[in-house]
């Protein structure tokens, strides 16, 4: 079993950046591919990226590639994502997600409980 909190969210003006975090707690994040999904509302919840549990191998959603970073620091048991050049379609809560699978799957196992991130104009 293993807790996830998101912590990072907050108000930015389009064109800025945030960082958010994921920490992992009773196991170490090491054992798990991690990710990141949002939910705008009105809208399901869509997938933004991923990283393996191994070899850290990254994978993003078209809407998040070349702006945003997934990385994850085991010796912190701690997940980031890193979102530049933010737009106001990006503005949603933002769940963390794990899986002991060694690629995250469409319905990950865990779930943090969720951080907002709304840009303005």
């Known amino acids: 079993q293993v807790q996830l909190v998101e912590s990072g969210g907050g108000l930015v003006q389009a064109g800025g950046s945030l960082r958010l975090s994921c920490a992992a707690s009773?196991?170490?994040?090491?054992?798990?591919?991690m990710g990141w999904f949002r939910q705008a509302p009105g809208k399901e919840r869509e997938f933004v990226a991923r990283?393996?549990?191994?070899?850290?191998?990254?994978a993003y959603a078209d809407s998040a590639k070349g702006r945003f970073t997934i990385s994850r620091d085991n010796a912190k048991s701690t997940v980031y994502l890193q979102m530049n050049s933010l737009k106001l379609e990006d503005t949603a809560v933002y769940y963390c997600?794990?899986?002991?699978?060694?690629?995250?799957?469409?319905?990950?196992?865990?779930w943090g409980q969720g951080t907002q991130v709304t840009v303005s104009s």
């Open positions: 997600a794990a899986s002991l699978r060694e690629m995250l799957p469409i319905i990950p196992d865990y």
């Open positions: 009773g196991r170490t994040v090491s054992s798990y591919a």
């Open positions: 990283i393996s549990r191994s070899y850290g191998n990254t």
